[in-house]
């Protein structure tokens, strides 16, 4: 992974982003997951420069992460998170992009093509989880496993790189013994700053109303596809083939020996599935 690019800060609509601004030509927005420590560049720094050779790559952190605001969410978390998302597009001056996301930002990025579908061009999403349901099966821990997880890693004597370790190679990559140290280094690092630990510890729901986004995905009208792990620890690839037909332009591409960040595990078979799509000449 190369070192994160400068670091650059936009405040729209009463918010603070932190974000990286890579390459030029058509934007793309970088929405990263919501596992602790994560951030743009925890995300996406080993795809980052792939594509910043054919279009404008903007890395965000999400509002509640990495060196954004870590402000209080109110109301339907989707909501507010996709309306300060379109405010930031308009801080940067940027009418329509295609947005590429993982987990989290995912769910963000598919209400907000929902509800702003202008400012959408196309969407790849890898890892989400927009409804409460599966297809075939229950979905793991009742849908709770993301947060489970969380509870688990700043629960007990709080954090711990082991603990790090221990959750990144159980749920997010399909190889433990490729995981990079600097990886480890990074996502234990940024779990530590003390206002990420407060909200993690706070007993009221500081992150905001959990929305179930059915009626949302019938109404997005640009395409989209679920770029997914064969071995997903969260949702298996049945999961995002119930999304796919959804939704009415969907698409679905499998990896193989891969889980829950693609994008970090197999980097260039990644950028190679996902620039394609983005290259399509979508209406």
Known sequence: MASPPN????????VTFHYHDLGAGSPALFLHGGGPGCTAWSDFGPVAPLFARDRRAILVDLLQYGRSDKCTITGPMWDFHAAKTVALLDELAIPRADFVCNSWGGTIALNLAAKYPERV???????????FYGPLAPLPEGGRRGRNARDIYYGGAGPTREKMRELITRLEWFDRAELPEETLDMRYRQSLDP???ALAARSDNPRGDWQDLTAELGSIQAPVLFAWGMHDAFLTPDYPLMLARMIPHGHLYVM?????HLQEERPYDYYSVVTGFLNQRHP
Do not use: F, K
């Open 7 to 14: 670091s650059l800060y936009a405040t729209a609509s009463g």
């Open 121 to 131: 061009r196309s969407l790849v999403i890898t890892g989400s989880m927009p409804v």
């Open 195 to 197: 206002e990420e630990i």
């Open 256 to 260: 193989d020996r891969a889980s829950h």
